[in-house]
């Protein structure tokens, strides 16, 4: 399996915004669904948002539906996530993701691979 390399988190105030960004090799990103991950402390790792292999289509958890945006440039292998609005129930790692298949909601068992993460705190 490629690697996945996730970037740009950081320490931000509610309400502001960070973008984080997955780089991979073209054949690991390159005509592949994508998705954006994260995992709080003490709780599961949940579905965030997931892009299908055109950048056409896109799907979100409710709980960010409106404030994060999903969106992939296949010429310089990258996945990234816009987030606004940032709130504290925001604060988590974040992974990046190869998806086995792109489909409207999320289901168990339907991500091939996660990276390392990157640590986005949301300070009150």
């Known amino acids: 399996q490629g690697q996945l390399v996730e970037s740009g988190g950081g320490l931000v105030q509610a309400g502001g915004s960070l973008r984080l960004s997955c780089t991979a090799s073209?054949?690991?990103?390159?005509?592949?669904?994508m998705g954006w991950f994260r995992q709080a402390p003490g709780k599961e790792r949940e579905f965030v948002a997931m892009?299908?292999?055109?950048?056409?289509?896109?799907a979100y958890a409710d709980s960010v539906k409106g404030r994060f945006t999903i969106s992939r440039d296949d010429a310089k292998n990258t996945v990234d996530l816009q987030m606004n609005d940032l709130k504290p129930d925001d604060t988590a790692i974040y992974s990046c993701?190869?998806?086995?298949?792109?489909?409207?909601?999320?289901?168990?068992?339907?991500?091939?691979?996660w990276g390392q993460g990157t640590q986005v705190t949301v300070s009150s």
């Open positions: 073209r054949r690991t990103i390159n005509s592949q669904p």
């Open positions: 892009i299908n292999y055109s950048g056409r289509f896109t």
């Open positions: 993701a190869r998806m086995k298949y792109f489909s409207s909601q999320y289901s168990e068992g339907q991500t091939d691979y």
